[in-house]
């Protein structure tokens, strides 16, 4: 089955690695992606976590974009709660004007931290009551039609950065239907709704300037390797990983204690939200991702490889780019 593939770059940063450490890689990686033809990579915000180095988006957006020369690059997504749509389009008009024809703009909903992080942001809870309509209000300072009479983004203004809609649940799906917007499914960590958000999207849209057809991002999570052995291996290490960080919230656990954690009830939330993961051989992986398509009706799949060892992330997105025939 024949879809665009793309990469959600988590912009990690490893035991023993600092923040530089990961803004290095995240260019090693966009380097390495654009010359296998991916179609994108889009970076995450997120606010008060330590592993986790992409909290000024649009700045490592920026800082990738200078270093490579084809490739899109965007937000998987800004939580737009957290920001004055004037702001997120000032700041996507100038990465666009610097970098025309290169940047998208994903939208959550999500504040993507906690509330003790909301504070430290000068947000309130509430600010996610006002998704719609700040969606709105950002789409018209891009495409230079402005809601608020007198205020313009500059940069900004008609750059008509393309926006999608990032969710994990039927509200996103409804939104980005009736809005006429590219919808992105977070299916790689919260996969319960795919279906039903997608069938739901699918039947609801509305074409709009942007998109004449409904078109859906899937996420799923990739672990390639030149051995299934291999693969495996490196997958248990990444669901210890997510275990030792969700449930055991950074205790110096043995590998023991983990796995015993990984086969209590409390693991069942770390395996589910890895539901949608392929593992093994490119020749594998590549079966189950044309599955994995079909189920999510997807047009294009956001692959996310989770491989804690930096060289068998790379060789992880080489293979299946190859298998994929990605520069065919």
Do not use: C
């Not at 393309?162 to 809005?179: C, D, E, N, R, T």
């Amino acid at each position: 089955m024949s879809v665009a593939l793309s990469v959600l770059d988590l912009a990690h940063i490893g035991d023993g690695e600092t923040a530089a450490d990961s803004f290095a890689n995240s260019v090693k990686l966009a380097q390495h992606a654009e010359r296998w033809g991916y179609e994108r990579i889009w970076y995450a915000e997120h606010h008060n976590m330590p592993t986790i180095a992409s909290s000024a988006t649009s700045v490592l957006i920026g800082h990738v974009a200078a270093q490579t020369t084809s490739i899109r690059l965007g937000a998987g997504g800004i939580m737009l709660p957290n920001h004055a749509p004037l702001t997120i389009a000032e700041q996507f008009g100038t990465l666009e004007t610097l970098f025309p024809g290169r940047i998208d703009l994903g939208l959550g909903r999500a504040p993507g931290s906690d509330q003790r992080t909301l504070r430290a942001l000068r947000r309130e809870p509430t600010s996610a009551d006002s998704f719609p309509q700040d969606v709105l209000e950002l789409q018209g300072y891009l495409a230079g039609e402005t809601r608020i009479s007198g205020v313009n983004a500059t940069p900004g203004y008609g750059t008509n950065v393309p926006l999608f809609i990032l969710g994990s649940s039927m509200f996103g799906a409804q939104l980005a239907a009736l809005l006429g917007l590219p919808y992105a499914f977070a299916s790689h960590f919260a996969p319960d709704a795919l279906e039903a958000a997608v069938a739901t999207y699918r039947k609801e849209f509305k074409p709009s300037e942007q998109l004449a057809e409904p078109y859906v991002i899937a996420g799923v999570n990739v672990i390639a390797a030149d051995t299934t052995e291999y693969a495996q291996r490196q997958a248990l290490e990444a669901k210890r990983y997510r275990a030792g960080r969700i449930i055991a919230q950074g205790k110096n656990l043995t590998t023991e204690q983990i796995d015993a954690l990984l086969e209590s009830p409390a693991g069942a939330q770390v395996n589910n939200m890895t539901k949608y993961t392929a593992v093994g051989t490119p020749a594998e992986v590549d079966e189950y991702l044309d599955g994995f398509a079909k189920q999510a009706q997807a047009d294009e799949l956001m692959v996310v490889s989770s491989a804690t060892d930096r060289t068998a992330w790379l060789r992880s997105l080489e293979l299946l780019a190859d298998v994929r025939d990605l520069n065919g």
